[in-house]
């Protein structure tokens, strides 16, 4: 099992996303992504999302809202993710290169139009929905199969 975040910044009706073209064997190689990343022993989601998007992005974040958790079963190397969603809205710092991958400001009505993994396209929507969601995508051979979702 791994534990994981994923995070969303948002400004002026733009998401920074991560275009993952840099790490070779990378499960999301050529995908479009918020930031984030696998959490350390004895940290916190959100200590980890400060950590991961700090060290992709060179950003430092404040107060990131907790949308939801994504649980991926046998998604990589048929381990189960659960995946804690961020979306943040406070930051400050300069972009840095990354070395996960190409970091792009991206207008929040073209994010669809990105090479997205089905899923993200599925669940970005109910970023502005209620509060909170649970939600299980399931995946095989890198293609969606089947999702549910519990909004609380």
Known sequence: ??????????????????HRVKKEND???GKWNGL????????SPE?????????ESGLDIRNPQFKG???FPAFSKNEDWYVFLFVIS???GTLIDSDEGILAWVDNDKLFDLPLWEGDKVFLKWLKKKPFFSAKFIYKNKKLLDYDVIFY
């Open 1 to 18: 099992m791994k534990l994981a975040t994923l995070c969303y910044l948002r400004n002026n009706n733009q998401t920074l996303m991560l």
């Open 27 to 29: 499960m999301h190689e």
């Open 36 to 43: 984030g990343g696998k959490l350390e022993p004895g940290e």
């Open 47 to 55: 200590e980890c999302a400060i950590r991961e998007v700090k060290e």
């Open 69 to 71: 958790i994504l649980t």
């Open 90 to 92: 406070e930051f400050s």
